[in-house]
């Protein structure tokens, strides 16, 4: 019985070279359209798909491999004399190789300004369908999707064939292809027509890398993103130094970039942990970095720094002086970069500080399930607190307590952050009580607390964090309100000329 291949490729890299293989092999060549053209205009002796159907393509295209000569071919058991009696008397010879890869739905999509149209045309249908069949006819038929995997079954045929380990594997690479394909489209049609909960919930992710091991070293990892995110991601980033990232760096360099992307003006973050140790803004990134390191020069040790301006030569000179882990900016002066780079073990990542086209949505896994919510990108600006002091705050202290807002978000509940011109002075995070987070916040700022603002992620359910706060001379508040006992807290500022006011929105995050 002859060998048969079948050739239906969108990416044809290297195929060329993979037929000229499988020809000198005795293969006979089977393949459709562009593919076909391909391998003839390299003299290889293909036939076109017509000839095994019988039957000419229609719809432009759309149509021309579902056909019971081609998918009989693939689901035939070879150990079924039953299955190959009706292939021999419906004159159907069966497909020993399928080399198949799909309508580029991701790369249409990911073009600014596709029509829906567009989209639609570029989802495969054929494609997925000979990829199944072979897939699920693993132990007769081998299947490729992937090119890279090309050169080694070509070697394997070479010397005496692939075993069904072998084919097994390949199609289970099949399976995860047209998954991820399928989640492309799902997540596509979820977007165009507005539904924000379906009943199911099919998301995929690509491999970015295998990771030395999880946030603990008995635990294996790997790293995925988005297939079309771009931007503000750590999955995005381009590593110009240093050594891998690990599990925890990529948790904490993501935080570092939330953190960042907050601020508009020249911003520094140093993270320790996935909360902030110091938040500075400045005339100039120098400047804004020095705030966040005076912020706690001690938790800063071993931390990460993100900046949302590129690190110039004076920066890396303050950058240098201290053992971090990882300096994340949207680039690096070459100056900049010599300075750096003779520290050899510190991670420099260069990140594009655009927000554009990123994921609305915050996936955490449960035991057994997942939660999904829309990311908080909740924002308050000045017009829109609610003043509930008789005291309302200076321009200086709403600048401030609008800097702290903006940091408290990002810190574990219960969530505190003690500022003033524009630099964090004393964080409390994660207490199981918020006036124990406030005595935190406040013992590491110290006497700098005096004259300094506090903002809190939550409502105050009594006046004893207000009470505390005035004792170390806070001077202006910002919280969301909404607790039954308001009016208790804003009494005791009263009584203390602390001014607060309300944004009327919260921002846990457990």
Request: glycine share 8%.
């Amino acid at each position: 019985m002859k060998k048969r291949a079948l050739f239906s490729v969108s990416d044809k890299s290297n195929v060329v070279d993979f037929a000229k293989g499988l020809d000198r092999l005795g293969y006979e060549l089977v393949s459709t359209g562009g593919t076909l053209k391909k391998l003839q205009e390299a003299g290889l002796p293909a036939i076109p798909v017509s000839d095994v159907t019988k039957f000419d393509e229609i719809l432009d295209g759309r149509v021309k491999t579902l056909h019971p000569n081609i998918h009989g071919g693939l689901l035939a058991k070879r150990g079924d004399d039953g299955h190959l009696k009706q292939l021999e008397e419906r004159d159907i010879d069966p497909i020993d190789i399928v080399v198949v890869n799909l309508y580029p739905f991701k790369q249409t999509i990911d073009q600014p300004g596709v029509t829906e149209a567009e989209a639609i045309e570029n989802i495969d249908i054929g494609g997925p369908s000979m990829l199944r069949a072979a897939a699920k006819n693993f132990r007769d038929v081998t299947v490729v999707v992937d090119p890279e995997d090309y050169q080694p079954v070509l070697e394997q045929l070479e010397h005496g064939g692939l075993q069904v380990d072998d084919r097994k594997q390949l199609a289970a690479k099949v399976f995860r292809h047209t998954a991820n394909y399928d989640a492309m489209i799902a997540g596509y049609f979820s977007e165009i027509t507005g539904e924000t909960a379906p009943e199911t919930y099919t998301i995929t992710y690509e491999k970015v890398q295998s990771l030395r091991y999880g946030e603990n070293p008995h635990q294996h990892a790997a790293f995925y993103k988005q297939p079309n995110g771009k931007g503000a991601s750590i999955a995005n980033a381009e590593q110009l130094h240093g050594k891998e990232l690990s599990y925890n760096n990529i948790q904490d360099a993501n935080a570092a970039l939330e953190m960042v992307l907050e601020y508009e003006g020249a911003a520094a973050v140093a993270v320790k942990h996935m909360n902030p140790c110091g938040i500075g803004i400045g005339q100039t990134i120098g400047s804004a970095f020095h705030k966040a390191y005076q912020a706690d020069p001690v938790s800063i040790f071993g931390g990460i720094v993100a900046l949302n301006r590129e690190v110039d030569t004076a920066t890396a000179e303050q950058l240098k002086e201290i053992f971090l882990e990882i300096v994340i900016a949207p680039s690096f002066s070459d100056e900049a970069m010599e300075l750096l780079t003779e520290k050899k073990n510190i991670r420099l990542l260069k990140i594009s500080m655009e927000t554009a086209n990123q994921n609305r949505q915050k996936v955490v896994s449960v035991t057994g399930g997942l939660l999904v919510q829309d990311i908080d990108d909740g924002k308050v600006a000045e017009q829109d607190v609610n003043v509930a002091t008789s005291r309302k705050p200076n321009e200086q202290e709403m600048k401030d307590l609008l800097f702290a807002w903006k940091a408290v978000k990002h810190v574990k509940s219960n969530a505190i952050v003690i500022a003033n011109q524009d630099q964090t002075l004393g964080i409390g995070a994660g207490q199981m009580n918020r006036v124990g987070t406030a005595k935190i916040a406040l013992e590491q700022a110290g006497e700098q607390a005096n004259g300094a603002v506090m903002a809190s992620d939550a409502f105050f359910p009594m006046p004893d964090t207000v009470e505390t706060a005035a004792k170390a001379g806070i001077t202006a508040i910002i919280q969301p309100g909404g607790s039954k006992r308001d009016e208790d807290s804003i009494t005791a500022c009263n009584e203390h000329g602390i001014a607060m006011v309300f944004t009327g929105m919260r921002h846990f995050k457990h």
